[in-house]
Nanobody, 128 residues
Framework: QVQLVESGGGLVQAGDSLRLSCVAS????????MGWFRRTPAGKEREFVA?????????YYADSVKGRFAISRDNAKSTLYLQMNSLKPEDTAVYYC????????????????????WGQGTQVSVSS
């Protein structure tokens, strides 16, 4: 099993930047594909934001964040990052990191049900 703890959220203005971090413990971080999801104030379900594979670092982004957000990982520190630039009010949400256990190293999960472990979330609020 793996435990995930997010941090880095906060209240910012539109156009600002934030970097979220997710520290993993309890298992071999480098063998998990990782992802970021978010739940907006109006949303009932978590929506995919970005994902990264464990073998070659392949990434995939939701169209709504492409070109503004960047996902990365530091396996030596067992940490996942989400660099968020040019933030918009519609990015306001609780952001969750998630871990996907897969023997296929190039997999990038984009669906909630593909992920096995979740963090508790960190709030990001963007004012206009």
């Amino acid at each position: 099993q793996v435990q995930l703890v997010e941090s880095g959220g906060g209240l910012v203005q539109a156009g600002d930047s934030l970097r979220l971090s997710c520290v993993a413990s309890g298992s071999t971080f480098s063998k998990y594909a990782m992802g970021w999801f978010r739940r907006t104030p109006a949303g009932k379900e978590r929506e995919f934001v970005a994902g990264i594979s464990w073998s070659d670092g392949s990434t995939y982004y939701a169209d709504s964040v492409k070109g503004r957000f960047a996902i990365s990982r530091d396996n030596a520190k067992s940490t996942l990052y989400l660099q968020m630039n040019s933030l918009k009010p519609e990015d306001t949400a609780v952001y969750y990191c998630a871990a996907l256990e897969s023997p296929v190293g190039y997999i990038v999960g984009v669906r909630v049900w593909e992920y096995d472990y979740w963090g508790q979330g960190t709030q990001v609020s963007v004012s206009s």
